[in-house]
């Protein structure tokens, strides 16, 4: 049988220990918790175990607590964070595809923009999407 892996997401400590390495005091990480600032795993019995993410989320929150934040900003904080490492891994994939379809097929032009709606499709080198010359008046 093959050793459970660990890493950065793995539920490890126990709320006193996540404490000690958060520089907090527990109650304020069952707070936390309550607010939705952080989301331990819980085990079997229903207790709470931090990661070494959780950990590094709970110094983000007391770092920005103190240049002033409310938790309110923090929450806003910490959800765009998230959104942008989500975003990033998103721009990786798609270069890596790009990358891939560049490799297996030279000969194609992978992406253009369709003239309809901004939709992608592909065209072979050497021609290209027909543009469209429409002005549009807006009007409030």
């Known amino acids: 049988m093959a050793e459970p892996q660990m890493d950065r997401y793995t539920p490890v400590f126990a709320i006193a220990a996540a404490a000690e390495l958060a520089e907090m005091h527990p109650q304020t990480l069952r707070q936390y918790d309550r607010i939705g600032l952080v989301s331990p795993q819980r085990t079997r019995g229903n ?6 993410h959780d950990v590094a989320r709970l110094r983000e929150v007391s770092r920005l607590s103190a240049e002033g934040l ?34 297996q097929r030279p000969e194609r032009r992978v992406f253009a923009a369709g003239a309809a709606g901004g939709e ?21």
């Open 47 to 52: 207790t709470r175990r931090y990661s070494l």
């Open 70 to 103: 409310s938790l309110e900003g923090i929450r806003q904080v910490l959800r765009l964070e998230d959104r942008v490492r989500e975003l990033e891994g998103r721009v990786h994939d798609l270069e890596h595809a790009l990358a891939e379809e560049r490799l």
């Open 120 to 140: 992608v499709i592909t065209l072979r080198r050497g021609t290209r999407v027909r543009r469209n010359a429409e002005v549009v008046v807006w009007k409030p």
